[in-house]
């Protein structure tokens, strides 16, 4: 299949030149959460199916296809693979999504010498949320904890505006390149400055820290809205919730057992919990 559609690209315009792999797919889901789901062990093993066969063999299948095709007639060519910003920083609900898209990098690292000998350019980039029908599906059923992270601390671009981005990167000739700020810091050249990139790599260091410290702060905030029982065997906040509709008559309701929300940490309660100290009063136990 992949062949037949790179034979159509060249019956219609004569040669590829550019390969731009953007096919993906990617639904949160947190790790603990689906240790609890042993009894839908076949459904788990599909989703992990389609994360890898689409995410990272798809991709190196057409890779490995376009980057032959342009070696062998010498005039090369250039192939961008498109990851994604939890290709490079990941978080709680995106374990097994950015285990198939680190695989880029790696994929980058150890193909890139070996293709650019033979005129053939491969770059990832790596996009933060894009407003697609996919992204807005997965807001329906998000985990809690991925969904303040990811509002928090970044937001979704337009289509137009990320395509743009992505063009601009491979006109230029870029390695590795994001449309966000915090994932072009942490690339391993994010200007192409030495000095420059030297002066950031030492701010980022101090980013990955505090970033660290936040993600730990924001895991065990959530903890408890994973509808997980509780350590002692108890009943889960949503348990607890359609209890207590039951008990005083009501039906229970997307509403009433809704996940339970929490507040989310300030910067200053974060650096606190990351150096063991509390920001706010404890309260005495009887």
């Known amino acids: 299949a992949i062949a037949a559609a790179l034979d159509a690209a060249v019956a219609a315009r004569g040669r590829v030149d550019v390969a731009v792999l953007n096919a993906g797919t990617g639904h949160a889901r947190l790790v603990l959460e689906d240790q609890q789901r042993s009894d839908d062990a076949s459904s788990f093993d599909a989703y992990l199916d389609g994360l890898v066969a689409?995410?990272?063999?798809?991709?190196?299948?057409?890779?490995?296809?376009?980057?032959?095709?342009?070696?062998?007639?010498?005039?090369?060519?250039?192939?961008?693979?498109?990851?994604?910003?939890?290709?490079l920083i990941s978080l709680p609900g995106y374990a097994y999504y950015s285990a198939t898209k680190f695989a880029h990098r790696g994929a980058l690292a150890g193909a890139y010498h070996e293709l650019k000998a033979r005129r053939v350019f491969l770059s990832v980039f790596y996009p933060g949320s894009i407003l697609t029908p996919g992204y807005r599906a997965e807001l329906d059923d998000r985990p809690l904890v991925t969904d303040r992270i990811e509002t928090t601390c970044s937001a979704a671009s337009a289509p137009e505006s990320v395509a743009a981005a992505a063009l601009r990167g491979i006109q230029s000739g870029d390695r590795e390149f994001s449309n966000e700020l915090l994932p072009q810091l942490v690339l391993d050249a994010p200007t192409g400055f030495l000095h420059l990139d030297l002066l950031i790599a030492l701010?980022?260091?101090?980013?990955?820290?505090?970033?660290?410290?936040?993600?730990?702060?924001?895991?065990?905030?959530y903890r408890d809205a994973a509808a997980l029982p509780p350590a002692g065997g108890g009943r889960g906040p949503e348990e607890e919730c359609a209890s207590a509709a039951t008990t005083t008559g009501a039906t229970p309701s997307s509403a009433t057992v809704a996940r339970p929300v929490a507040t989310p940490p300030s910067p200053g309660e974060v650096l606190a919990s990351y150096f063991g100290m509390s920001s706010t009063p404890q309260k005495k136990r009887d």
């Open 54 to 87: 689409l995410n990272a063999r798809g991709t190196l299948r057409i890779l490995t296809e376009c980057a032959n095709r342009m070696a062998r007639d010498g005039r090369g060519g250039r192939v961008c693979l498109v990851s994604s910003a939890a290709g």
């Open 203 to 221: 701010v980022v260091a101090l980013v990955k820290v505090l970033w660290d410290a936040y993600l730990d702060v924001m895991a065990r905030t």
